[in-house]
């Protein structure tokens, strides 16, 4: 009877551990959850990022191998339409990605499938070439085991030719639970440790043993997907560039800034100068380096002449900026997050309209200029501006 009246009284006792969760969401004017989602999402990111220490050096020229497995393991379907398939999207997106965030970092591409390992595209920073050559490989059938040694070695003859004071890292997608290996690992992990190579991977099926250790020993991060949403996010977080280590040497870097012309002789770039034999970069118009006067149709690049970094001067501010992108641009202070229960009747500054009519919404606030953001600008603003609108729109000498 006392069971009976305890249930009545406060439900199931099973059921009060339980937090109500379901109770908080509520559908906005359109009827969609999809606002709460967006939130909650962008509030865990947020958590994540703020997590950082701003005293920090960052490693800010990257040359980051990504090892793609594409053994019979990757044909699995838990992510749809396949594993493969899916990687393959995700990181056509990570690549563009990482070019927006590293504009002067490199990026090259390795496949490892039949107990074998083989490099699709060398260490530069064309994001149309990895693609392209991305979807060529997957075009493939999966077949065989994977081999993380070979992979590794392949790597390491590449980015141990790379200047010390730039980040050297391989990622790998790791689908398979076994790994068909010609030698010990561990000499491997050795030479990956003395070159200062840092490896991360990101499993797709369970943990695996020496993954773990590979990771730990060279100060890389490892996870196992969830489901897709997860395995975008652990993908993405290797897009912000690493802590750099502590022997890691500073130096001075030559680069060139060249102007575009549109108009001059028919000349030949040096991109695509291997390319059909160089007949798709002949043309009037293009980047030309102010030091060895190569011509070449994007940047950033590494010339193949001089050798020196050509980027454009508007690429350089969000990489080069001294703390995280959570943090006000002119004072370096934190964004203040300000709750709806107390701005009623708060404007977004960004798009001059109402933000606040829920109570589960909030306000981001710059320190500064004390300009009030929401949810929707100040993603755009920490992901594509990485400056505060409000400080930059203020006139020299105020806030």
Request: include cysteine.
């Amino acid at each position: 009877m006392a069971t009976d009246q305890n249930e009545d009284e406060g439900g199931y006792r099973w059921l009060n551990q339980y937090e109500r969760t379901w109770e908080v969401i509520q559908e906005d004017a359109e009827g969609s959850l999809q606002t709460v989602v967006d939130e909650i999402s962008h509030r865990t990111k947020r958590r994540r990022l703020m997590g950082r220490s701003s005293n920090i050096q960052l490693g800010m020229m990257r040359h980051l191998f990504v090892v793609v497995d594409m053994s019979r393991a990757m044909e699995e379907a838990d992510l749809k339409p396949s594993r493969l398939a899916s990687s393959v999207k995700l990181l056509e997106d990570f690549i563009t990605e990482y070019f927006d965030q590293n504009p002067i970092s490199q990026i090259g591409l390795i496949v490892t499938r039949n107990k074998r390992a083989e490099k699709i595209t060398e260490l530069s920073g064309n994001p149309q070439l990895h693609t392209s050559s991305l979807r060529k490989a997957a075009s493939k059938a999966c077949t065989g085991e994977p081999s993380l040694q070979n992979a590794m070695e392949v790597a390491i003859q590449s980015l141990r030719h790379m200047p010390s004071h730039a980040s050297r890292e391989i990622l790998v997608l790791f689908g398979s639970l076994t790994s068909c290996d010609p030698g010990d690992i561990h000499e491997t992990l050795q030479t990956l440790q003395q070159q200062n190579i840092r490896c991360s991977v990101i499993g797709l099926a369970a943990e695996v043993r020496v993954c773990r250790t590979l990771c730990s020993e060279t100060q890389g991060s490892y996870g196992v997907i969830l489901d897709e949403r997860h395995y975008k996010e652990l993908l993405m977080q290797h897009v912000i560039p690493p802590v750099a280590k502590v022997d890691t040497e500073a130096a001075l870097i030559r680069m060139g800034f060249p102007q575009h012309l549109s108009s001059g002789p028919p000349s030949l770039c040096m991109c695509h100068l291997d390319v059909n034999g160089g007949v798709k970069g002949f043309s009037t118009s293009g980047y030309f380096c102010p030091q060895c006067k190569s011509k070449y149709c994007d940047l950033p690049v590494e010339c193949k002449v001089c050798g020196n970094s050509k980027a454009m001067v508007r690429d350089l501010p969000p990489t080069f900026k001294p703390v995280n992108n959570l943090i006000c641009c002119k004072t370096g202070l934190m964004w203040v997050v300000k709750r709806a229960t107390s701005l009623f009747n708060s404007f977004c500054s960004n798009v001059s309209r109402q933000v606040m009519r829920q109570r589960s919404r909030a306000v981001y606030c710059c320190p500064q200029c004390e300009h009030l953001f929401c949810t929707d600008c100040d993603i755009f603003i920490h992901d594509s501006l990485h400056s505060c609108p409000g400080c930059t729109a203020a006139p020299q000498g105020e806030g």
